[in-house]
């Protein structure tokens, strides 16, 4: 997935974010199929386990059953069609997510040959925080970073400036 254009600097604003503000050691449930990020946090002295890449639209009972201090989920709510539901489900107090930001020029991702490489929301902040609070979640951290490109033109400018990805340290609310 990532032979020639493995993402350091999204690995290193991920991993600084994650030990600020949920530091190690602490049991991870990490949504999305084992990664380099997998390794990346386990490095870093966490204990961590992934789903199976079952449709997390339909199958919950990963989230539900888990007994993990912390969900992770590092780009996968932009690929649900309800992230809601999955959101609902999960049982650990301590959420930390990350998305790419809908960016007002550029398309939203679709892979052409992968059905499940393309995303089905790309979130403005406001709408990934509003799909949070309405699940249950009380936002205690944010941050955002840019993702710049080594292109020519005005799309590979403006990703200098804009912030692609949006990062929520979140705790389960109390009834």
């Known amino acids: 997935m990532y032979e020639n254009s493995f993402p350091n600097k999204r690995y290193k604003e991920t991993i600084q974010f994650l030990e600020k503000v949920a530091p190690a050691p602490a049991s991870v449930l990490d949504l999305g199929v084992r990664n380099p990020f997998s390794e990346v946090m386990e490095a870093r002295g966490y204990d961590v386990a992934n789903t199976k890449g079952e449709d997390l639209d339909l199958k919950t009972e990963v989230v539900r059953n888990s007994s993990a201090e912390i969900v992770t989920a590092f780009e996968i709510f932009e690929h649900l ?4 539901n999955v959101l609902r489900e999960i049982k650990a107090e301590k959420l930390v997510a990350s998305v790419p930001l809908r960016l007002w ?28 609070e309405k699940a249950g979640w ?16 005005l799309r590979p400018l403006l ?10 340290y979140a705790e389960r609310k109390k009834p």
Do not use: C
């Open 138 to 153: 009380e936002i205690k951290d944010r941050h955002k970073w840019t993702n710049p490109v080594k292109k020519v033109g």
């Open 159 to 168: 990703r200098k400036f804009m912030p692609r990805y949006y990062a929520v």
């Open 81 to 84: 069609v309800a992230p809601f």
């Open 105 to 132: 020029f550029s398309p939203a991702y679709r892979s052409k040959t992968d059905q499940w490489d393309r995303h089905y929301h790309e979130f403005e902040d406001w709408q990934f925080d509003w799909l949070l």
